[in-house]
């Protein structure tokens, strides 16, 4: 399963970053990665459950996601439960550091639809483009968390 991370140093209090990285329904507004948040339109039994559309690299893809927050907020993780075809699995998870400036890493897991050409269709439209997506979710986010402090 490959992994990407960007890691930025944010100047905001841990506790905005919390918030908003807990506010899921908000995202679309700051990640640039995930473009709309719906709750489910049927019942599902999963706790904060959410329907997501959202992009991996340039492939957007549909799922029922499940948002988890750690105790302290330090850990913030989205995680596909089912998934619509290229993207199987897609795992977003923030690790927020200590401090009055922490770091704050974006970690991306996923597997991908394999098929023909599916490696080169991967490499050109997710690997290529996820970094620069990353970096702009965690911009995002410190412009965010900056405003709520």
């Known amino acids: 399963m490959p992994v990407l991370e960007r890691r930025l140093t944010i100047a905001a209090d841990p506790q905005a970053l919390a918030q908003t990285l807990a506010a899921v329904e908000h995202w679309p507004r700051w990640t640039g990665f995930v473009?709309?948040?719906?709750?489910?339109?049927v019942d599902v039994a999963v706790d904060n459950a959410w329907n997501i559309v959202a992009l991996l690299g340039s492939m957007p893809f549909s799922a029922v996601?499940?948002?988890?927050?750690?105790?302290?907020?330090?850990?913030?993780?989205?995680?596909?439960?089912?998934?619509?075809a290229p993207?199987?699995?897609?795992?977003?998870v923030f690790l927020v550091g200590s401090g009055t400036q922490p770091s704050v890493t974006l970690r991306v897991q996923y597997t991908f639809a394999r098929g023909p050409g599916g490696w080169?269709?991967?490499?050109?439209?997710?690997?290529?483009?996820?970094?620069?997506?990353?970096?702009?979710?965690?911009?995002?986010l410190a412009d965010t968390a900056a405003r709520t402090t």
């Open 87 to 92: 993207v199987n699995l897609a795992r977003y």
């Open 120 to 140: 080169l269709v991967e490499r050109a439209m997710v690997r290529r483009k996820l970094p620069r997506q990353l970096e702009a979710a965690l911009a995002g």
């Open 35 to 41: 473009r709309t948040v719906e709750p489910p339109a």
């Open 65 to 84: 996601a499940r948002l988890q927050v750690a105790e302290d907020g330090r850990q913030v993780t989205l995680e596909t439960l089912t998934s619509a």
